[in-house]
């Protein structure tokens, strides 16, 4: 399975936007690039997902570099409710999430 | 709110006993996945079940074993219990196993193995 490398935490100040970078070097032309994040005792929650384009939602967005070795998750105004663990993954043939050790997002008031 | 429900949400086992945990997946959801996830760890895919049969499996010895059943529902059943057993266990469904089906989790299982 294709691997993904994050930073093991990282800092914001709340209202100022936020970019999460992930690299994944070995990544195959099928696969998707999934976020999820998780606060304490709960279970991951979706974020958002794509596989060559750009993608934006209410939550984030989700910028993928041209030739998807990386791709950077932005939350454009952080909250402290965006304090969590940010997981990026990649999914292959039937879909199934190989979790490394994510990015825990700490935000200061 | 993700739609998948999870049961019991906590619990605690001896070693050596057997447990089962279970899982209703979103509402259409064919394809359930279980993961588990350590203290201080990520989750780690233990298997996935697509329309009543096992798809994929991860690297668990097979005492985790579990079941699909017709409405798509499912079960995860640890035999043996081992103290590292004790994690969370985390149910997931997506539409199919089609990559880049939104995959929905649960808010897992706690066992707790003493």
């Known amino acids: 399975d294709a691997k993904t490398t994050q930073p093991n935490s990282m800092e914001s100040n709340e209202e100022e936007p936020v970019h999460l970078p992930c690299n994944h070097s070995?990544?195959?032309?099928?696969?998707?690039i999934h976020w999820y994040r998780q606060l304490p005792s709960q279970g991951p929650e979706y974020v958002i997902h794509?596989?060559?384009s750009n993608v934006n939602n209410r939550m984030a967005s989700l910028a993928i570099a041209e030739d998807r070795k990386s791709s950077t998750l932005i939350l454009h105004r952080a909250t402290l409710r965006d304090a969590a663990v940010y997981y990026c993954?990649?999914?292959?043939?039937?879909?199934?999430?190989?979790f490394g050790g994510g990015t825990r997002l700490m935000v200061k008031p | 709110e993700t739609g998948v429900t999870q049961s019991p949400t906590h619990l605690i086992k001896t070693r050596g006993q057997q447990v089962t945990l279970r899982c209703s997946s979103q509402s259409g959801h064919n394809t359930v996945s279980w993961y588990q996830q350590a203290l201080g760890q990520g989750p780690q895919f233990i298997f996935q079940y697509y329309r009543e049969e096992e798809n994929g499996r991860g690297n668990f010895p097979p005492r985790f074993s579990g079941l699909q059943f017709p409405n798509y529902s499912s079960e995860l059943n640890v035999n043996a219990l081992e103290l590292d057993d004790s994690a969370l266990y985390l149910c997931?469904?997506?539409?199919?196993?089609?990559?880049?089906?939104?995959?929905?989790f649960g808010e897992g299982s706690w066992l707790t193995v003493v």
């Open positions: 794509g596989l060559t």
């Open positions: 070995t990544i195959s032309g099928t696969d998707y």
């Open positions: 997931a469904s997506s539409w199919d196993r089609t990559s880049g089906n939104t995959i929905y």
């Open positions: 993954i990649l999914s292959g043939a039937g879909n199934m999430l190989t």
